[in-house]
């Protein structure tokens, strides 16, 4: 393997695994911020308690994700100066700004204010502790437009100009505006929530397997998430044919390599235009993905539709099959969403900008030895947090809402002295409705 | 001052920001496995520690200045950060690595099972504290001495340059000094049994600090050292630098912890404005006055100007909730603080 091509696989792997831990935390924010909106509205104090113990079991869920996504985001922001320093001498003037203003307007801002969100419980007002996680939720997908934004002017470049080799920008508008950025970014979005809701449904599905008593909490949860599936798994196969007359717009080759006849007539053209080389991305790979994408899409929201039918009348949660069913759909919208970037990202190679600049001519010429380490180590740490991310939200949503860490206060024993006194075990499961109560030491910050 | 210039100071300040407060973050990483310690000033049984709560509700937070200052180099010097980051690339994987590895850990620490799992996680988060503290200490000191820039521009940094001993002690101080300032944080923060203790390791570490800062002075004086463009302006970085670091240690010595946070601060800033004003108008030199000057590494004009309008805007939203965030959870860590990392 030459470096330029461990460094492909270095991006690929590293992009390939932050997008999983992305989708689902797009996709479980709004549903996270929905409850914790409900909980906070919620008058009677019984029913509260119950939204906000469901709004932090999710928000648990949440966080442990968010985790993982934020430290390889961090990574992401690193990768096109390290290993295609190429990209930045030819499209810095114009690919550099969406990135810049991606970290000021939205990254900067969900990351504190999630921050301020998890520590927050008990401490600050609830009106302001809810408007937190809604903007967690508006920066999450603001985060997500300036990517596309970026991405978009990779998949079909508009709005600048070439002038000795580099590209200028001349039309902002035409940049942010850009067909092949908003449509993608739709079906990003509703891909994203189709995750999170299947994720909840599932989730709450198995406690009702496990006759949890906790019927109140899943029943608003499974209700919930598979209506929110339901409707974006519709519309999101709907917008993903949308893009289909874009492709064939702006991407001949991948056009002509998803419908499977006129390759090459696409590669003559392109030879004519660039000059000789290889412009046939794997065909193989990217039509499987393409139909495993489709297969999944068109499943998902066959079953989203008949489980919301059954939700009438609570049907649902006696049968047993059907919420096997839902338990055993969590993962597929996963597979759907790395088909659907292996479409877009390995279908438009070997270009880096599409028609501009090819990967291969990007590459900042590192060494063999300093990349081959490098996307060794970068491959297993990223692989050990996918599994650990994994295992941990897993354990989580086993355990069920009694072993929530997220918002619980500590027991506040007057300073026992140290070894002396065996440490009581923290009242997780009550410690929300200790927020309400008068006699609790927090309520009063809570209220004040 | 010119539109460039306003940029590079912005991006002298993102870089400043992550200094003081990410260097705080990375120096109790480093130091809270002895400071949070059996001593039962900081950990207790279920695996609290006094010293990682100090920096959890700010931690996410602080991070960010990292990312907001990648995303300017990119945006607004897209010259510089493929040449920079390309060029440093074994560093900068490094620096990556520990940043994973040490903020997945500090996040999910507390999600662990039992005390065996806990102490690996510790184990990350000393690493994870460490490597980007010695890294950036290592980046500062071959971007003051100078890197062997060929003919097209681009550079690499290979083993000796790295193992100079200017970048060496270099990196060492700054190390030293992120774990003097973790400690101020933590002194500032906490109940006062661990306040005490973490003032005495803070005064303990910046005497380390002035030690290999020294030697670092020293090998500039022979001449293999930085090699600075403008030398007066490095000069009076490099007092106050010093005095910083003087007045941290008088403060932590008399049990002043605002004052020697504040010098903390001011020491951990300091290098950054070393490394633009020393060189300036020259942001990557080879040796001194010879470079990667700011014309040629700003982003076209146009650009610029479209940036400049957000920025202007953002950069005002952006400090007033970082100073709302610090405000809503000021005081000292204890009752009213839900734990969670």
């Not at chain 1, 100009?161 to 590209?167: I, L, N, P, T, Y």
């Not at chain 1, 300073?415 to 609790?440: I, K, N």
């Not at chain 2, 340059?161 to 944080?185: E, K, Q």
């Amino acid at each position: 393997m030459s470096a330029a091509d461990l460094a492909r696989l270095q991006f690929a792997a590293t992009t390939g695994i932050h997008w999983l831990f992305v989708i689902l935390t797009m996709g479980l924010v709004p549903l996270v911020a929905i409850m914790h909106t409900r909980a906070a509205f919620t008058r009677d104090p019984v029913k509260r308690a119950v939204r906000e113990r469901m709004t932090r079991f999710w928000g648990q869920l949440y966080v442990i994700n968010y985790a993982v996504g934020i430290v390889t985001g961090l990574v992401m922001e690193f990768q096109f100066g390290l290993s295609w320093s190429g990209l930045s001498k030819f499209a810095g003037n114009v690919f550099g700004a969406p990135l810049a203003l991606e970290t000021l307007i939205a990254f900067f801002a969900e990351s504190t204010f999630l921050g301020m969100w998890i520590f927050g419980w008990g401490r600050l007002r609830r009106g302001v502790h809810v408007t937190l996680i809604w903007l967690v939720a508006l920066t999450a997908y603001v985060s997500a437009y300036w990517i596309m934004i970026a991405n978009g002017f990779m998949q079909h470049p508009v709005g600048y100009e070439v002038r000795d080799g580099a590209a200028y920008l001349t039309d902002f508008g035409a940049l942010l505006s850009n067909s092949s950025a908003l449509v993608a970014l739709v079906h990003v979005a509703l891909a994203a929530l189709t995750t999170g809701g299947v994720f909840v449904a599932g989730v709450s599905a198995y406690h009702f397997l496990r006759r949890t008593t906790e019927t109140e909490l899943f029943r608003g949860s499974l209700r919930l998430g598979l209506w929110v599936a339901t409707v974006t798994s519709f519309f999101v196969v709907v917008v993903g044919e949308m893009q289909r007359p874009v492709i064939e717009r702006t991407q001949p080759m991948k056009d002509a390599v998803l419908r499977n006849s006129g390759v090459a007539e696409a590669q003559a053209r392109l030879v004519r235009e660039h000059g000789p080389g290889d412009y046939v991305p794997w065909q193989d790979t990217v039509r499987i993905s393409m139909d495993v994408m489709t297969i999944i899409g068109n499943t998902v929201s066959t079953i989203t539709l008949i489980a919301v039918v059954l939700l009438w009348k609570d049907w649902l949660l006696r049968r047993r099959l059907a919420l096997y069913v839902l338990v055993a759909m969590v993962p597929f919208p996963f597979i759907a969403s790395v088909g659907g970037w292996v479409v877009r990202e390995v279908g438009r190679q070997p270009w880096l900008v599409y028609g501009q600049l090819t990967v291969e001519d990007a590459f900042s010429g590192v060494s063999t030895t300093e990349v081959a380490v490098s996307c060794a180590v970068f491959v297993a740490v990223f692989v050990a947090l996918a599994v650990t991310n994994w295992t941990l939200i897993t354990r989580f949503a086993r355990r069920g809402p009694d072993a929530t860490q997220l918002g619980a206060t500590e027991p506040l024993p007057a300073q026992p002295p140290a070894g002396l006194a065996p440490r009581t075990p923290a009242p997780l499961p009550h410690a929300t409705a200790s927020l309400s109560a008068p006699s609790s030491p927090l309520s009063s910050v809570t209220e004040s | 001052m010119s539109l460039e210039t306003l940029w590079l100071t912005l991006l002298g300040l993102l870089l400043a920001g992550y200094f003081v407060l990410g260097g705080y973050d990375y120096g109790v990483q480093m130091l809270h496995p002895w400071l949070g310690s059996r001593g039962g000033a900081g950990e207790d049984r279920a695996g609290r520690n006094g010293a990682l709560d100090a920096i959890a509700p700010f931690f996410l937070g602080n991070e960010v200045w990292l990312v907001a200052f990648t995303g300017v180099l990119f945006g607004a010097f897209p010259h510089l950060e493929g040449t920079l980051l390309s060029g440093l690339y074994p560093l900068i994987v490094a620096i990556l690595v520990g940043l994973v590895l040490g903020n997945a850990a500090i996040q999910l620490r507390g999600r662990s099972g039992g005390a065996r799992a806990r102490r690996v996680w510790d184990a990350l988060i000393v690493f994870g504290g460490a490597v980007p503290a010695l890294c950036w200490g290592l980046v500062i000191g071959l971007l003051l001495h100078g890197v062997p820039r060929r003919a097209d521009g681009s550079f690499h940094i290979g083993f000796g340059a790295v193992f100079s001993p200017f970048v060496l002690a270099c990196g060492v101080t700054t190390a030293l000094l992120f774990a003097a300032h973790g400690a101020g944080f933590v002194a500032l923060r906490s109940g006062p049994q661990l306040a005490a203790r973490a003032s005495r390791v803070g005064a303990r570490l910046l005497r380390g600090v002035a030690a290999v800062g020294a030697l670092a002075l020293l090998l500039t004086l022979f001449g293999a050292g930085a090699s600075m463009t403008n030398r007066v302006t490095s000069a009076v970085v490099a007092a106050l630098f010093t005095a910083a670091l003087a007045g941290a240690w008088w403060s932590f010595a008399h049990k002043h912890r605002v004052r020697a946070f504040a010098a903390t601060c001011c020491a951990t800033a300091l290098p950054v404005l070393l490394v633009g004003a020393g060189h300036y108008p020259y942001l990557l030199i080879s040796s001194a006055g010879t470079g990667l000057d700011i014309g040629h590494a700003v982003t076209d004009g146009a650009t610029l100007k479209i940036l400049s309008g957000f920025g202007v805007l953002v950069v005002p939203v952006i400090l007033a909730y970082q100073s709302w965030s610090w405000w809503a959870f000021r005081g000292r860590t204890g009752r009213r603080h839900p734990s969670y990392f």
